[in-house]
């Protein structure tokens, strides 16, 4: 192979230069279309069938050759030298499958246009009126581009529009089978619009045999589109199988198609609506089955909400707005060529969703937009249903379709979208957890605030800082700031794994930070506060209270001076709990020690002090070391009043937490003592502890779990 073919086929295997062809012949496909349109003779008639009387038609307007017929003139009969055809409405029938369902009929009417087209295509062309009022005319040879009606034009764009961008998924996304599936779907909608186009925008009456050729065009590319839409569906965006079902989707139509082209289907029913419909019931049964398969997989389920969506909006609309009422015998030519229209939600849709769905606003309206797709179908049905099963006049049909979709449907969509909202997080309950648990530190509560909020698989700590919200991944990880010089936090699939984050989540995050940072600098205003009116009254207690007792301890004696010199230890307890830090737990924990064993040998009791040799670098908070020295301090009384001689207490360090065990042995005949530790144990609930007291055996047992903070000493 010579270096220009290298160079050729290296070329092609750009997306660029794979676009810059399809587009190539898209654009072909279309000049074609538009040459073929125009390239008929043009006698400047705009016609319709006329309302008051069957079997005429009426002209609607005039110019070039026609100029001398006024509007509004019925026409009767239209003629060249000796032949003469009297005109029916049903020939400027612009969708001729929809009028004569029957293939007898439909070929009727195509032998009745070759007639009107050689008439048409004669040097001299005369028309006639009811009241025998004739006009007679030359027939350009030629029609002009600018009187090629808007219906052409918007079926031929939206051929262009969906082969195009079937073409960009197919040229970006090359080795995803379902991108090919999609750039087949739109070279079909190019096929089928576009012959649509040319022959449901002549002007009277084409050759039969061309029309022939341009309604199985149409027909064909209807058949492949079904099926390459289906074909994307099964593969889309998981594949369901191992089975090539694209390729057999594709014979099966092809064997659809033949019945089409030798006319062995009888019909267009059986030839072409009921096989489109079919090809739609199955994608329906593909959306439930890959519904099913993304059930944990939020990206994909994300990514076939938006699927499902545009082809409900499109291709579901397009069926319930001409296949269906086909199928219930009415004629509904005239609204084909603006519903293909429809299709331009599809190929938008599948443009962003095939080749990448960050469509994260998606979650926050699908429902909404599905809702209310159902209800317009749900009119539909109705109205026809009433029309059809009842005998309703459609004036009354239509009023009770209404009345029940306002008093039944919508009721029903709006309870059950408030049920479907009910259950994401809500900011009030982040909101809580941010000023609901002072005793954590700023970081947890954060964290709590982010858990209420999107209810995420997993909470991480980020491995870098980050300023701001932020969503990543494709939307399966938000990155969120942290709090008071906390990590930021790495947040995977929200609600459970249940969808994907949006850029509403990003809002929210942003609210929930500012309002924390709020919530967290009062607190620390408050604290702060707090701290500087303990510093003064610890300051006014040692100063005066203290200087009092320690007169009355050195000019009495007695029980003056034992009272005394009780009220000075419990001062000294109060300003241990007003002290403006906490300790390293190695000096609490000698300081409790001390002042136990004080306090026990002056009340005749032994204390057995049971811990271990060292304890790890941490500290304990002023509230908690008074709370574990009154406790204790409590234990020792209670042996004293019981006549016991001796406390056990074991200490130990396990999970960052500090376990006190405290053991008071009974002797026998010694009943167990109600224990006075009611007013401890609400001290401990208020900072969120669990002070306990039971009996076991002969032993009373105190039991308490403290937790400790990190390094030597903290704020």
């Given at each position: 192979m010579s270096l220009t073919h290298h160079r050729i086929l290296d070329a092609w295997r750009t997306p660029a230069a794979r676009l810059t062809v399809t587009l190539a012949v898209v654009l072909a496909t279309a000049a074609g279309l538009v040459a073929l349109s125009v390239r008929q003779p043009w006698t400047g008639l705009d016609l319709k069938p006329a309302e008051e009387r069957a079997g005429r038609v009426m002209v609607t307007g005039s110019g070039g050759p026609s100029a001398q017929v006024p509007g509004g003139t019925p026409l009767?009969?239209?003629?060249?030298?000796?032949?003469?055809?009297?005109?029916?409405?049903?020939?400027?029938?612009?969708?001729?499958?929809?009028?004569?369902?029957?293939?007898?009929?439909?070929?009727?009417?195509?032998?009745?246009?070759?007639?009107?087209?050689?008439?048409?295509?004669?040097?001299?062309?005369?028309?006639?009126s009811p009241s025998s009022q004739?006009?007679?005319?030359?027939?350009?040879?030629?029609?002009?581009?600018?009187?090629?009606?808007?219906?052409?034009w918007l079926q031929l764009v939206v051929g262009c529009l969906g082969a195009t961008i079937g073409a960009a998924v197919w040229a970006y996304r090359r080795d995803d089978t379902a991108a090919r599936w999609v750039g087949i779907s739109g070279l079909a909608l190019l096929?089928?619009?576009?012959?649509?186009?040319?022959?449901?925008?002549?002007?009277?009456?084409?050759?039969?045999?061309?029309?022939?050729?341009?309604?199985?065009v149409n027909g064909g590319g209807a058949l492949a589109f079904c099926a390459a839409f289906a074909a994307t569906l099964w593969h889309y965006p998981l594949r369901l199988g191992q089975a090539p079902v694209g390729r057999l989707l594709l014979a099966?139509?092809?064997?659809?198609?033949?019945?089409l082209l030798t006319g062995l289907a009888g019909n267009f029913d059986l030839a072409l609506r009921l096989p489109v419909l079919g090809g739609f019931a199955l994608t329906a049964a593909f959306a439930l089955a890959q519904w099913r398969r993304s059930r944990q997989r939020p990206l994909e389920r994300a990514a076939l909400r938006w699927f499902l969506l545009a082809w409900l909006g499109g291709g579901g609309a397009f069926l319930a707005?001409?296949?269906?009422?086909?199928?219930?015998?009415?004629?509904?030519?005239?609204?084909?060529?603006?519903?293909?229209?429809?299709f331009l939600i599809i190929y938008g849709g599948l443009a962003l969703g095939v080749v990448r769905y960050r469509l994260f606003d998606l979650?926050?309206?699908?429902?909404?937009?599905?809702?209310?797709?159902?209800?317009?179908?749900?009119?539909?049905?109705?109205?026809?249903?009433?029309v059809k099963i009842l005998s309703l006049a459609a004036e009354q049909a239509t009023l009770l379709a209404l009345l029940t979709v306002s008093w039944i449907y919508l009721p029903a969509r709006q309870w059950l979208q408030h049920r479907m909202r009910r259950k994401r997080g809500q900011l009030d309950g982040a909101l809580q957890a941010l000023a609901s648990a002072p005793e954590r530190s700023a970081g947890e509560n954060w964290r709590q605030?982010?858990?209420?909020?999107?209810?995420?698989?997993?909470?991480?700590?980020?491995?870098?800082?980050?300023?701001?919200?932020?969503?990543?991944?494709?939307?399966?990880?938000?990155?969120?700031?942290?709090?008071?010089?906390?990590?930021?936090?790495?947040?995977?699939?929200?609600?459970?794994?249940?969808?994907?984050?949006?850029?509403?989540?990003?809002?929210?995050?942003?609210?929930?930070?500012?309002?924390?940072?709020?919530?967290?600098?009062?607190?620390?205003?408050?604290?702060?506060?707090a701290q500087r009116e303990r510093e003064r009254i610890a300051r006014a207690l040692h100063d005066d209270v203290g200087s009092a007792l320690l007169s009355v301890l050195h000019e009495s004696n007695g029980p003056a001076q034992t009272a005394a010199r009780r009220a000075l230890a419990e001062l000294r307890l109060v300003l241990q709990g007003l002290a403006a830090h906490g300790q390293a737990l190695d000096d609490i924990l000698g300081w409790c020690r001390g002042e136990l064993r004080e306090h026990a040998d002056a009340i005749g009791v032994e204390?057995?002090?049971?811990?271990?040799?060292q304890f790890p670098d941490a500290s304990l908070d002023a509230h908690r070391s008074l709370l574990l020295l009154r406790s204790l301090r409590e234990l020792i009384d209670l042996a004293a009043s019981t006549g016991q001689q001796a406390v056990r207490i074991v200490l130990q360090v396990r999970d960052h937490h500090l376990d006190i065990d405290g053991r008071l042995t009974l002797s026998e005949g010694c009943p167990v003592p109600e224990t006075p530790l009611g007013t401890l144990r609400q001290r401990a609930l208020a900072l969120g502890l669990n002070l306990q007291t039971r009996a076991a055996g002969r032993q009373l047992i105190l039991a308490l779990r403290l937790p400790l903070s990190e390094g030597p000493g903290s704020a």
């Amino acid at each position: 192979m010579s270096l220009t073919h290298h160079r050729i086929l290296d070329a092609w295997r750009t997306p660029a230069a794979r676009l810059t062809v399809t587009l190539a012949v898209v654009l072909a496909t279309a000049a074609g279309l538009v040459a073929l349109s125009v390239r008929q003779p043009w006698t400047g008639l705009d016609l319709k069938p006329a309302e008051e009387r069957a079997g005429r038609v009426m002209v609607t307007g005039s110019g070039g050759p026609s100029a001398q017929v006024p509007g509004g003139t019925p026409l009767l009969r239209i003629g060249a030298a000796d032949r003469w055809m009297t005109l029916d409405g049903a020939d400027l029938s612009p969708e001729p499958d929809t009028r004569f369902v029957a293939f007898e009929a439909f070929h009727a009417f195509l032998a009745r246009q070759t007639e009107l087209a050689t008439l048409l295509a004669s040097d001299e062309v005369c028309l006639e009126s009811p009241s025998s009022q004739r006009w007679c005319l030359s027939p350009a040879p030629q029609r002009p581009m600018t009187d090629l009606p808007a219906m052409f034009w918007l079926q031929l764009v939206v051929g262009c529009l969906g082969a195009t961008i079937g073409a960009a998924v197919w040229a970006y996304r090359r080795d995803d089978t379902a991108a090919r599936w999609v750039g087949i779907s739109g070279l079909a909608l190019l096929a089928s619009a576009g012959a649509a186009a040319v022959y449901g925008s002549r002007e009277l009456a084409i050759d039969g045999e061309l029309f022939r050729g341009l309604h199985l065009v149409n027909g064909g590319g209807a058949l492949a589109f079904c099926a390459a839409f289906a074909a994307t569906l099964w593969h889309y965006p998981l594949r369901l199988g191992q089975a090539p079902v694209g390729r057999l989707l594709l014979a099966a139509y092809g064997l659809v198609f033949l019945g089409l082209l030798t006319g062995l289907a009888g019909n267009f029913d059986l030839a072409l609506r009921l096989p489109v419909l079919g090809g739609f019931a199955l994608t329906a049964a593909f959306a439930l089955a890959q519904w099913r398969r993304s059930r944990q997989r939020p990206l994909e389920r994300a990514a076939l909400r938006w699927f499902l969506l545009a082809w409900l909006g499109g291709g579901g609309a397009f069926l319930a707005v001409v296949f269906v009422p086909a199928l219930l015998g009415h004629d509904v030519g005239n609204s084909q060529a603006p519903a293909f229209a429809l299709f331009l939600i599809i190929y938008g849709g599948l443009a962003l969703g095939v080749v990448r769905y960050r469509l994260f606003d998606l979650d926050r309206w699908w429902f909404t937009a599905w809702t209310a797709a159902a209800g317009g179908v749900l009119f539909v049905l109705l109205d026809i249903s009433m029309v059809k099963i009842l005998s309703l006049a459609a004036e009354q049909a239509t009023l009770l379709a209404l009345l029940t979709v306002s008093w039944i449907y919508l009721p029903a969509r709006q309870w059950l979208q408030h049920r479907m909202r009910r259950k994401r997080g809500q900011l009030d309950g982040a909101l809580q957890a941010l000023a609901s648990a002072p005793e954590r530190s700023a970081g947890e509560n954060w964290r709590q605030a982010i858990q209420a909020l999107f209810s995420p698989l997993r909470i991480l700590d980020a491995s870098a800082a980050q300023a701001t919200p932020e969503i990543t991944d494709q939307g399966t990880t938000l990155l969120v700031p942290g709090l008071a010089g906390t990590g930021a936090l790495r947040l995977e699939f929200a609600d459970a794994g249940g969808r994907l984050f949006i850029p509403a989540d990003v809002r929210l995050a942003e609210s929930a930070h500012s309002i924390a940072e709020r919530l967290h600098a009062y607190r620390v205003a408050v604290e702060r506060g707090a701290q500087r009116e303990r510093e003064r009254i610890a300051r006014a207690l040692h100063d005066d209270v203290g200087s009092a007792l320690l007169s009355v301890l050195h000019e009495s004696n007695g029980p003056a001076q034992t009272a005394a010199r009780r009220a000075l230890a419990e001062l000294r307890l109060v300003l241990q709990g007003l002290a403006a830090h906490g300790q390293a737990l190695d000096d609490i924990l000698g300081w409790c020690r001390g002042e136990l064993r004080e306090h026990a040998d002056a009340i005749g009791v032994e204390l057995d002090w049971d811990a271990p040799p060292q304890f790890p670098d941490a500290s304990l908070d002023a509230h908690r070391s008074l709370l574990l020295l009154r406790s204790l301090r409590e234990l020792i009384d209670l042996a004293a009043s019981t006549g016991q001689q001796a406390v056990r207490i074991v200490l130990q360090v396990r999970d960052h937490h500090l376990d006190i065990d405290g053991r008071l042995t009974l002797s026998e005949g010694c009943p167990v003592p109600e224990t006075p530790l009611g007013t401890l144990r609400q001290r401990a609930l208020a900072l969120g502890l669990n002070l306990q007291t039971r009996a076991a055996g002969r032993q009373l047992i105190l039991a308490l779990r403290l937790p400790l903070s990190e390094g030597p000493g903290s704020a």
